[in-house]
DNA sequence: CCGTATCCCGCACGATACTG
DNA sequence: CAGTATCGTGCGGGATACGG
């Protein structure tokens, strides 16, 4: 038996994945949370204490149910948000984020607030490198 | 003529980008950012002062050369990134984050931390979602 | 109201081959 | 070494229709 803590150990499990590595599963996790639906909802979700289905529909313009669902469905799964349903007539359905949801939300409220702050500066970037060629 | 400083139209010019709406440039943006490749190519660009193409291919394991260097090209069109060009032979080039790139740099680290961080959460949480059903 | 099921098109992306 | 060029295809994602 290893002369290792248990905090040790989990540190050592922490570190075990590797994002830059094709087959660690670090590695497809970053690719589902890098990506624009995930932002958009998760942005829309950090708003309030929990969303009915058809506001985050209205929030993110241009969402399509199947992208939306299919969105909520996975980051159900991996635990970053909760799905409550309330019976009655009609069916209403709540989305809230879970403990390990709004731990990632600061991050993911960054990059939307980073998009929006340096869009100028973008946009100036692109002229100049259209301006040679 | 409006009695607005140029500090407070700087402002309002930040806040008038929304990602929220389909049409307006910073959700373009926040989906060009939102992109596995992009999260690692800043990754790795961030860990030294300039990286070789050759390198960047190396420690992005997987990562093809088309998209590297699509990544690449965008990145610098969008002035993340600089590229330059060192005559000899064979040709070398190296890559370094601007310093609008490195503005971005910390939010992108703390993705790629999470994902690696919170994988045990996440393998659990899909377990758990999958063991009912 | 909140979905699921199905169809289908476009293009993101990888594989391969070639160049300065 | 650091790319371009070209081709093939898998699947992301929209449109539509239907169900609880």
Redesign the pocket.
């Known amino acids: 038996m290893p002369t290792r803590s248990a905090a040790q150990r989990r540190a050592e499990a922490k570190q075990a994945y590797n994002a830059y590595l094709a087959e660690c599963p670090s590695r497809q996790l970053l690719a589902s949370i890098s990506?624009?639906?995930v932002s958009l909802v998760l942005n829309a979700l950090g708003m309030q204490e929990s969303s009915?289905?058809?506001?985050l529909?209205r929030q993110i313009a241009?969402?399509?149910?199947?992208?939306?669902?299919?969105t909520?469905?996975t980051l159900e799964r991996d635990g970053l948000v909760r799905?409550q349903?309330t019976a009655a007539v009609?069916?209403?359905?709540?989305?809230a984020l879970t403990t390990l949801g709004r731990s990632l939300l600061p991050v993911i409220e960054e990059i939307k607030q980073w998009a929006e702050q340096n869009m100028n500066h973008v946009r100036q970037a692109r002229g100049r490198y259209d301006a040679r060629a």
């Open positions: 990506d624009k639906w009915r289905y058809s506001d529909a241009g969402v399509s149910q199947k992208m939306l669902t299919q909520l469905r799905r349903v009609p069916v209403r359905v709540d989305y």
